[in-house]
T-cell receptor, first 111, second 111 residues
Framework: GQNIDQPTEMTATEGAIVQINCTYQ??????LFWYQQHAGEAPTFLSY??LDGLEEKGRFSSFLSRSKGYSYLLLKELQMKDSASYLC????????????WGAGTKLIIKP | DTGVSQNPRHKITKRGQNVTFRCDPI?????LYWYRQTLGQGPEFLTY????????KSRLLSDRFSAERPKGSFSTLEIQRTEQGDSAMYLC?????????FGPGTRLTVL
């Protein structure tokens, strides 16, 4: 089966930049999503990458390298409200296009 | 608010009882998904509807779980003879195409 790997937890300082990595098996790749999830709440959509390169959306950017099976989410000018879990989800052709989710990276922002 | 809604938000039940959850998707979305999420994990796919047709069901899902979307609008998820291991957050998401938008979830506690 496909595994989606992300660090369990990261800590960063308010105002700084943090990069959250996600790796996956390349076979059958068909798109990658990043979601933000605050404790006790539902995931909210951040970004979708299907082609190589960087997608920028305000303070958040997402990068994809299909050949390396690698993505990262870059958060700039960190704010305390960015403390949340960040979930990487990948769609594969051989999972009938359903999303396979990582366990999430818990991001802790310190003042 | 025209987002995805779920009811109830919380459900406490005794082991062996049946429970039913409802999801109202965003009205123009023809795709609807059910997931289960436990603490520290990403969402686990349960089932997928396109309009009223149930197109995909997780092989991990026991026969105690059933879902319907009778008119291609709202959906229900029923769990029969609940077990303590069913305690989790049950998430519903709807999508027009690729990107899924989640409801607030129903938190189930089985005593």
């Amino acid at each position: 089966g496909q595994n989606i790997d992300q660090p369990t937890e990261m800590t960063a300082t308010e105002g700084a930049i943090v990069q959250i990595n996600c790796t996956y098996q390349t076979s059958g790749f068909n798109g990658l999503f990043w979601y933000q999830q605050h404790a006790g709440e539902a995931p909210t959509f951040l970004s979708y990458n299907v082609l190589d390169g960087l997608e920028e959306k305000g303070r958040f950017s997402s990068f994809l390298s299909r050949s390396k099976g690698y993505s990262y989410l870059l958060l700039k000018e960190l704010q305390m409200k960015d403390s949340a879990s960040y979930l990487c989800a990948v769609r594969f052709r051989d999972s009938n296009y359903q999303l396979i989710w990582g366990a999430g990276t818990k991001l802790i922002i310190k003042p | 608010d025209t987002g995805v809604s779920q009811n109830p938000r919380h459900k406490i039940t005794k082991r062996g009882q049946n429970v039913t959850f409802r999801c109202d998707p965003i009205s123009e979305h023809n795709r609807l998904y059910w997931y289960r999420q436990t603490l520290g994990q990403g969402p686990e796919f349960l089932t997928y509807f396109q309009n009223e047709a149930q197109l995909e069901k997780s092989r991990l899902l026991s026969d105690r779980f059933s879902a319907e979307r009778p008119k291609g609008s709202f959906s229900t998820l029923e769990i029969q003879r609940t077990e303590q291991g069913d305690s989790a957050m049950y998430l519903c998401a709807s999508a027009p195409t690729d990107t899924q938008y989640f409801g607030p979830g129903t938190r189930l506690t089985v005593l």
